[in-house]
């Protein structure tokens, strides 16, 4: 194949989705599972800039290999610590080649391998309840941070304590030090295994479907990337992905063989990515009947691209991670798509060229096949639905951009039904224009019970409904007071002291109303993008949390809330668990509370619902006029234990 040729289509695929494939390789990339060295610079440089109080951190073997969170983060991506292992077994196995004559002292060795294992865990353990009785564990990864469920997470992960009670439970249960050692490696590794293969390693076969896919259509969504878990296939692939590596490695030991199954099995995660329902044994025969007088073809492309690699030293990976990257995986689609042609053409003497059955993947659907599979949306779409006229002038412009009515009457209602409907049919729209896969025609899943089951109708909802004037107002109060059960049952159930928490006296916390309600409005046009919604989310009630936090600061010298010592936290005013908290509140809000709650308050009249929304805001009114003289303070309000108000002095 003429390599100029498939790296000028390879080009033009990537100048047509640049983002998208240059996004999916930057992951691969960040998680270890291809061209891992294009984030080790930033690693190191990372690791180096973080700089720790080593004041009462305890002197493990954990903190003595990781310098910093970007050490952990390589160690994670390196397969925890896989490179040491391969270490191990590389000099194993050249042990083994010069003394293979020598079997007893092998077995010696073993033995004292093993019992090496088992006393550095045991010191590593007495090391660990030694430094608990002495002081607080600060391990590397918390960088001072002790509050919050992030802390708590990553501090037992990375002081140890976590491994040390699964090793007091284990020692405990078969009463032997010996046997819990052998069992916590023997976890690890398990562990290890699981996450690198059946997790991480999938994502090569993910980032070859996005590079196939985009050869073809002009849009590729980033919801690709959970194609094989709707298909039923993920833990399949992995199964098909760890047994290929299995065989590939114990091949390496005999160093040359490693390298030409390397390239003989270099097609199976492309196989996989059209058909994931192959099996192991299928996919490795395929592979190899593909790359069949190909492979030293494909050693020189690889060969190839090793300029660009040897430029992108001097921008510390950069070049790699915006450009090389992802130009080699679109240049390798080219490849695969040629091969794929090729054996196809050998289908008699190669049986197993069937299994390679997507045809839509490398061909657009004509409009019989789509009509047929999406029958339901295109009957949708020839309904005769009446526009209901748009309202006008200042209520029409904020019906349109904040989704406020004064009435939600019939027009309304007719209004945001039609709306829906034109929602249902515009997310298909651009499968019926062939510019994006017709996932419906994936015969992987054609194969599951996933295309019989059909989601529950919750068409009543309505979430891009407009809401009446009362019922923002009465949500204000309900979400306040949601917010208020929490601030309040969270501190009865930590000291078990009933508090009345937030500014005010009565019983609402506001910023959760203010939060809830300024979602529904100012993110109103998002509704439809619910990615982009979470994350607006997130930016918004960072700004609300962040600038109430500062006012109250400098109006009253005091602090209703301090999330010093959690996780990403600025100033303490807020922090990264309390962000996702409020956005996860807020999707949960936008979709169905508020749906809900706004179909239970258009049932008041409006000589009910008046009355009570401007008692409300009377009664609420008071309390802030009240409160602004005499706030709500005291301890577990406005007061903190002595320790955590010094790291807030020193933060």
Known sequence: ?????????????????????????????????????????????????????????????????????????????????????????????????????????GMVGLKDGLTGIKDSVGKVISNIDSQAVESSYIGPIEVGKTQGVFAQVANALTSGKLFNRIFTGIATLFKSDNVASVMLVILMIFITVFIWYFILNVFKVVSNRFVLESRTYETVPISRVFYLIKSGRWFHTAWVMFTTSIITTLWYLTFFGGIIRSYQYMMVPYILAENP???????????????????????????????????????????????????????????????????????????????????????????????????DIKSLAEEDVELPPKMKGVSGFIARNFGVVLFANKAEEQLCEYEEHQNKINTKREVFEKKIYPFRLFPAYRKTILHLIKPPKIDFLHYVRRYSIWSIVLMFFLFSFIGWLWEVGLHLYEDGVFINRGFLKGPYVPIYGFGGIVILMLLYRMRKKPIMLFFSTIVLCGIMEYATATILDALYHAQWWDYTGYFLNIQGRICAEGLLLFAVFGMITVYFLGPVCDNLFRRWRLRVAAPVCILLLLVFMGDIIYSSVNPNTGAGITDYPEQHQEESAKS
């Open 277 to 375: 329902s192959v099996s192991a044994k299928e996919a490795r025969k395929l592979s190899t009947a593909m790359m069949d007088g190909h492979k030293f073809e494909a050693f020189k492309l690889s060969l190839s691209f090793i300029g660009w690699k040897f430029l992108s030293l001097f921008t510390f990976g950069l070049l790699e991670l915006f450009f090389v990257n992802a130009y080699e995986a679109a240049v390798f689609g080219e490849y695969y798509s040629e091969l794929r042609l090729l054996i196809k053409k050998k289908k008699k003497s190669v049986p197993e060229a069937e299994l390679l059955n997507d045809r839509f993947l490398f061909v657009k659907a004509d409009d019989k096949h789509i009509d047929e599979a999406y029958a």
């Open 1 to 105: 194949m003429n390599r100029k040729v498939l790296k000028e289509r390879g080009l033009n695929v990537l100048k047509s989705h640049y983002w998208i494939i240059v996004l999916i390789m930057a992951f691969t990339s960040f998680i270890g599972v291809e061209n891992a060295s294009s984030f080790g610079s930033f690693k190191k440089a990372l690791s180096r800039e973080v700089s720790l109080d080593t004041d009462g951190i305890s002197n493990t073997i954990l903190d003595e290999k990781f310098g910093g969170i970007a050490d952990v983060f390589q160690y994670i991506t390196s397969g925890f610590g896989a490179d040491e292992v391969w270490d191990s077994a590389s000099k194993l196995k050249d042990n083994i080649s010069v003394n293979n004559d020598s079997l007893i002292e």
